[in-house]
């Protein structure tokens, strides 16, 4: 993965008919797992980003994961190994899909990225530099990491995420319906230009070639990639863009009025309303109990019956569970609040 350099260059894919006919959009957790580490571990993070940074940081530190292989692995600037970005098959890989592309990575791959990124940075730190003397054995403790990052820092959140990467995809597509492919690779972002044959990035550390770069594009929006496009090249895989989707500004934002939650009570009870509107942004169950004022084994007991009727979902952190709201339960909120009558 290859990011900007703030460096006047620009550099050139060509296009033919093949290639423009191969290009496709995909939505894939994977390149939202190393920008957002790379952003966490920066403590330079978008103003946008930052009410998910303060709840995530913690999180990670206390886990350990800022600490680990994963986070070697994506330096704060520059080259990230491409075996963590596999080319989506699809237009919608799981994470789970991803993860095992991961760990079916050749060996012989993952130390050539790994040389690279030693040759960047001036060296690799010890855990990368044990996987490299192992890669069948410590390619699946990476994996591990990068699965306990997901259910810390990104399952939680990944509906609210995914509505924004949904959307961008269908902006893109109306585009190509109404316009041609033309204008949508010309409008992707400000440092990206289209002239019927090319595309162009400005400033990007190291020049296109299509020979070097496989056919087609894939182009896959991120809500955490930015402010500049990532690129990927691996061939036979076709190129891969990343590029920040529209929406982002309103990610964070409360998706729902909180009167929803009142007017939900003659229906759900007031623990479970309660606990809905308070799950505006993940939390545990004893986070819950203390911002609630409902005992700690009440708050277990609602969640359970909100987990079973499809409102809420629970993911691992470490030793904890995260709840979170779903977006079921986004819409019933926002209904129940429509329907309230005014105060």
Do not use: K
Not at 10 to 34: H, N, Q
Not at 83 to 95: E, K, R, V
Not at 270 to 297: I, K
């Amino acid at each position: 993965m290859c990011e900007s350099s703030g460096v006047e260059v620009r550099a050139e894919l060509a296009f033919s008919v093949g290639d423009l006919a191969r290009t496709r959009f995909a939505v894939s957790p994977m390149w939202e797992v190393g920008p957002s580490m790379r952003l966490l571990r920066s403590g330079h993070e978008h103003p946008v980003h930052r009410p998910w940074a303060a709840q995530v940081r913690p999180r990670l530190a206390a886990t350990g994961l800022d600490r680990g292989r994963l986070a070697e692995l994506v330096p704060p600037s520059g080259y990230v190994p491409d075996f963590l970005n596999p080319a989506p098959a699809g237009p919608s890989p799981t994470f789970e899909e991803e993860l095992a592309a991961i760990r079916a990575a050749p060996a012989g791959r993952v130390r050539a990225e790994l040389d690279r990124l030693r040759d960047e940075q001036g060296g690799l730190g010890p855990g990368l530099n044990a996987l490299y003397a192992d890669v069948p054995r410590l390619l699946e403790r990476v994996a591990e990491e990068i699965e306990a990052y997901w259910a810390v820092a990104l399952a939680p959140y990944w509906g609210r995420i995914r509505a924004v990467l949904d959307a961008d995809v269908f902006h893109r597509a109306r585009q190509v319906a109404e316009h041609g492919a033309g204008r949508l690779l010309g409008e992707l972002h400000s440092s990206v230009s289209w002239d019927d044959r090319a595309l162009r990035l400005a400033d990007r550390r190291a020049p296109l070639s299509r020979r070097a770069a496989g056919a087609g594009l894939l182009l896959i929006p991120s809500v955490f990639t930015g402010p500049v496009p990532f690129t990927r090249l691996a061939p036979p895989d076709p190129p891969q863009l990343a590029y920040p989707a529209r929406g982002i500004g309103a990610l964070w934002e409360r998706p729902v009025p909180r009167n929803g939650g009142g007017a939900l009570a003659p229906v759900l009870g007031r623990s479970r309303s309660l606990l809905l509107a308070e799950l505006d942004s993940p939390a545990t169950t004893t986070e819950l109990a203390r911002r609630t004022g409902l005992s700690t084994a009440g708050v277990s007991q609602c969640l359970t019956a909100l987990r079973g009727a499809g409102l809420v979902s629970a993911h691992r952190a470490g030793r904890c569970v995260l709840y979170a709201r779903t977006s079921v339960a986004d819409a019933l909120l926002t209904a129940a609040s429509d329907g309230a009558p005014a105060s």
